[in-house]
């Protein structure tokens, strides 16, 4: 009785998806986080030149790093009646009520590379699906790294993303997850710099401070790898030498970084959204079904790959 009330739960959520109409043009929200760092920017543009590329109308808001300004922007745009509303959640948990609400006014929600819980809100009955990283196998693909090419470094410093942000907590689960296998490793504080370069360079500079016997700063994006940089510089080490830089995005001035040899490894996130977003839109109309994650493929960059692949980033 139980089991057959769960399916018919479950079948009554997805036929609560609402439906797009096929259409040779939309009107769509595309509801951004922040505009702080590169990989924002080449999401921001990816998103813009596909919508121009396809004669679509984007309605463009940035949260500025508000969750609050974000809710209110979503908010904003089912007001507006939009075709359907493409959202990057700054965090996993504030932005359900409002993915709700967009499906309760008729108009289908995708995340785009932040998740939200999925105690919270499902895919396939809430909003369509999920595109971007995996970010667990990020943080592991570091931890990897850092496992194979220490060489007798092994007191780590992580410096978290934004707090309550899927991408912050699945890269620290994924790369705790291989240094908890691994005794010889110690991550000695672990602490967040919203994913912001002065508030990483900040947080490196304490946690320095704090275990001057550090030498390994794992930062959860470019950004804060560069502020931590900064920080090593500032009290006299050399990084890449003395203590080793781990990141995650893959701009341009990180790979850079790593040519240099200021950053030793770098796992890929990639931000150019914008064709598989609106490949997923026009097929969502056009009545394809969706896995609950579209998931990115990333490269990664080190020391001998970083050279060639420099014009490639972004
Ligand atoms: O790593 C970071 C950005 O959500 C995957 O957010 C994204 C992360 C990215 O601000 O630089």
């Not at 609050?68 to 745009?77: C, E, I, N, Y």
């Not at 040519?259 to 959204?273: A, H, L, M, S, T």
């Not at 609106?278 to 009545?287: D, I, Q, R, S």
Request: with cysteine; aromatic share 6%.
């Amino acid at each position: 009785m139980i089991a057959l009330a769960l399916v018919t739960g479950t079948v009554l959520a997805q036929s609560m998806l609402p439906k797009l109409a096929v259409k040779s043009t939309y009107r769509v929200g595309f509801a951004q986080t922040e505009s702080n760092n590169p990989w924002r920017l080449a999401q921001t543009k990816s998103m813009q030149d596909e919508a121009k590329r396809l004669g679509y109308q984007l309605v463009y808001t940035d949260a500025a790093g508000s969750t609050a300004k974000q809710v209110a922007d979503v908010r904003s745009m089912i007001a507006q009646k939009v075709d359907a509303i493409f959202l990057s959640p700054r965090e996993d948990k504030p932005l359900a009520p409002v993915v709700a609400e967009a499906r309760k006014a008729g108009i289908p929600v995708i995340l785009l590379d932040r998740n939200i819980d999925p105690a919270l809100s499902k895919a396939g009955a809430d909003y369509v699906t999920f595109i971007g990283s995996d970010f667990i196998k990020e943080g592991q693909r570091v931890g990897d790294w850092l496992v194979k090419n220490a060489k007798g470094k092994t007191n780590i410093i992580e410096l978290e993303g934004t707090t309550g942000s899927s991408p912050a907590n699945d890269r620290k689960t994924g790369f705790d997850g291989v240094i908890a296998k691994n005794s010889s490793f110690k991550i000695l504080a672990s602490q967040s710099g919203d994913f912001s370069r002065d508030k990483g360079r900040q947080a490196a500079e304490t946690l320095l401070q704090a275990h001057p016997e550090a030498n390994v700063i794992y930062a959860h994006n470019d950004e804060m790898a560069i502020g931590a940089i900064s920080a090593l510089e500032a009290a006299g080490k050399k990084p890449g030498v003395d203590v080793l830089v781990l990141s995650i995005d893959g701009g341009k001035e990180a790979v850079k970084l790593v040519v240099d040899g200021k950053i030793n490894y770098v796992v890929e996130c990639n931000p150019r959204f914008g064709p598989e977003a609106f490949k997923t839109l026009k097929g969502y109309a056009a009545g394809t079904k969706y896995p609950a994650k579209v998931i990115n493929t990333d490269r990664d960059y080190t020391a001998q790959s970083a050279k060639t692949g420099l014009a490639g980033a972004y």
